[in-house]
């Protein structure tokens, strides 16, 4: 697949808000599989919880209804600046589309200007535009490294993401410790090695030196 390609394909699902938009209640839904769990959904402790769960799980993945051009807004500016800028340590909650059980952590995101910059607090909103939707994370990073592409056509750019996933935690394996580190190299940082040991460097090493 050409590089071109992949981008394209990369866009399609960066973008999922272009598609169709679902609304439609699920709380009976939940309420038949706290019966098929041997559960008595009519008790009091549970009497209301499908509705607080469906109303949970679309607070958890309100990013189906938000978009990154809503996210970024007019916090485009042009600056001349052309050393990297680098975001750290931006908290983010979401869930395994493969057992629906939350992963969190924390993202580093850097770039390098090309005559643009991006107000800061974008930078966290893009992140939260894709970290509240149903995702595996080596997707969420690319997203994340696509969307500050797209928006300020940079030098390049680089996003790592650390997260702990309950699906390890709980359940199967059951390692409480275990993280997984995941990276999106665009532009000059996947083809320059001293902008790449810079940012690689700021981003797993930054919480050590302080």
Request: glycine residues 8%; charged residues 25%; contains cysteine.
């Amino acid at each position: 697949m050409s590089t071109i390609k992949a981008h394209e394909n990369r866009t399609t699902v960066t973008h999922p808000e272009l598609g169709p938009s679902h609304s439609e209640p699920f709380a009976d839904k939940v309420r038949d599989i706290l019966a098929a769990l041997g559960e008595n959904p009519g008790r009091e402790g549970l009497v209301k919880t499908p509705e607080r769960v469906e109303s949970s799980l679309r607070w958890l993945t309100q990013g189906y209804r938000m978009s990154v051009e809503d996210a970024v807004g007019d916090a485009v500016f042009e600056e001349s600046h052309q050393s990297m800028i680098m975001v750290r340590d931006i908290e983010l909650y979401s869930m395994c589309e493969h057992h629906l059980l939350p992963f969190f952590g924390r993202a580093h995101v850097a770039y390098i200007p090309d005559g643009k910059i991006l107000g800061l607090s974008k930078v966290a909103r893009i992140v939260d535009v894709f970290a509240r939707r149903l995702q595996v994370q080596e997707r969420l990073t690319d997203q994340v490294a696509d969307a500050v592409m797209d928006v300020l056509r940079p030098t390049g750019v680089g996003v790592v993401i650390e997260a702990a996933h309950f699906c390890m935690m709980m359940r199967g394996v059951e390692k409480q410790n275990s993280r997984t580190v995941t990276s999106a190299l665009r532009g000059i940082f996947r083809d320059d090695s001293k902008t790449r040991v810079e940012f690689l460097r700021l981003a797993h090493g930054g919480r050590d030196n302080q």
